[in-house]
């Protein structure tokens, strides 16, 4: 992703943010101790932030730096992932079984009560 996308993008998803909440960028200034003229200008040139500053822009809107920069939260990834993990094993019921015994050790799936 060229720059400039990258910086279109996250304005967009830091106004989305904003907006869902119904603060104004003077409000967002309150919340990050940046000044409003920054943000504007940052707004206005598409300009990315300094890392801390992004960070604090993110916690302010109680989201993660990642998802400003892509739009995607960081659980769909990794939801993502886990699903083709579960896709994998369930084509094999011995990759289950192998699973199984890796996770829980090699008594998986055995009952252990006692009397």
């Known amino acids: ?4 996308e990258l910086s279109f993008k996250l304005w967009q998803n830091v106004d989305r943010c904003r907006e869902s909440y119904g603060y104004t960028l003077a409000d967002l200034s309150s919340f990050t101790d940046i000044k409003e003229a920054k943000l504007k200008n940052w707004r206005t040139r598409m300009a990315i932030p300094q890392a801390d500053e992004l960070y604090r822009i993110a916690r302010a809107l109680n989201t993660t730096v990642e998802f400003l920069l892509t739009g995607q ?16 094993l369930s084509e094999d019921e011995g990759r289950v079984s ?5 996770i829980f050790g090699e008594k998986a799936g055995q009952s252990s009560v006692s009397s």
């Open 98 to 102: 192998a699973m199984e015994k890796i």
């Open 73 to 88: 939260k960081m659980n769909e990834t990794y939801d993502i992932r886990v699903r083709a993990i579960a896709d994998w």
């Open 1 to 4: 992703m060229r720059n400039e």
